[in-house]
């Protein structure tokens, strides 16, 4: 329904960059959208080349799409070099150049950065456990990560399985994991 309720603020004004911006996002989230979603943020980032939000969400649309995460990277620098303060922009960052090889380190920059502007942020210390899981010797900052994702919001499954996971990864700690890993089959079935 917010379709043509767009197109129809478009007709009006087709400089309208919000209603670019938010036309790309609603068509991002249907199926077979994303090609329409790219086109609306394009149009949107021509009429205001500094908009922080259309180059979050056009990083976002070529994040969805095999092959695009080079320039996913991109169109996220380019967000935070307007707005650097844009946790979403650097954690979506931090995602993509995690499963970019060989960037995992600028990862855990990106999600520290978030950290420092909230450290109540249980996504933030779920992702860099994440991330420093890839690391060889850097198992236990994980655990820290992690203990403090679900220290933040105790009903976070996805934290309480990738504890559960370290933790059994060290020896003597498996009854540890498997309470984590049960925790998250209640929260989560």
Same mark, same amino acid.
């Given at each position: 329904e917010a379709i043509p309720e767009f197109n129809t603020a478009l007709r009006i004004n087709p400089d309208y960059v919000e209603a670019h911006v938010d036309l790309g996002a609603v068509l991002a989230d249907m199926p077979g959208g994303l090609p329409e979603a790219i086109a609306e943020y394009e149009l949107a980032l021509r009429i205001k080349p500094d908009s922080a939000e259309a180059h979050h969400n056009l990083g976002n649309a070529l994040a969805k799409i095999p092959g695009r995460g080079a320039d996913?990277?991109?169109? #996220?620098?380019?967000?935070? $070099? %307007?707005?650097?303060?844009?946790?979403?922009? $650097?954690?979506?960052?931090? @995602? /993509?150049?995690t499963q970019?090889?060989?960037?995992v380190t600028e990862a855990i920059s990106e999600?520290?950065? @978030?950290?420092? %502007?909230?450290?109540d942020s249980a +996504?933030?210390?779920?992702?860099?456990? /994440?991330?420093? @899981?890839? %690391?060889? *010797?850097r198992l236990p900052e994980a655990i820290h990560e992690y203990e403090e994702a679900v220290r933040i919001h105790p /009903?976070?499954? +996805?934290?309480?399985?990738?504890? *559960?996971? =370290?933790? =059994?990864? %060290?020896? *003597?700690?498996?009854?540890?994991?498997? =309470?984590? #890993?049960q925790t998250a089959i209640r929260i989560r079935p």
């Open positions: 996913a990277i991109q169109q #996220y620098e380019t967000a935070l $070099r %307007i707005n650097p303060a844009d946790t979403d922009a $650097r954690t979506n960052l931090a @995602v /993509a150049m970019k090889p060989g960037h999600y520290e950065a @978030v950290l420092k %502007i909230n450290p +996504e933030a210390h779920s992702n860099l456990g /994440a991330a420093l @899981v890839l %690391i060889p *010797g /009903a976070f499954a +996805e934290a309480h399985y990738n504890l *559960g996971s =370290a933790l =059994a990864k %060290i020896p *003597g700690r498996l009854p540890d994991a498997l =309470a984590h #890993y």
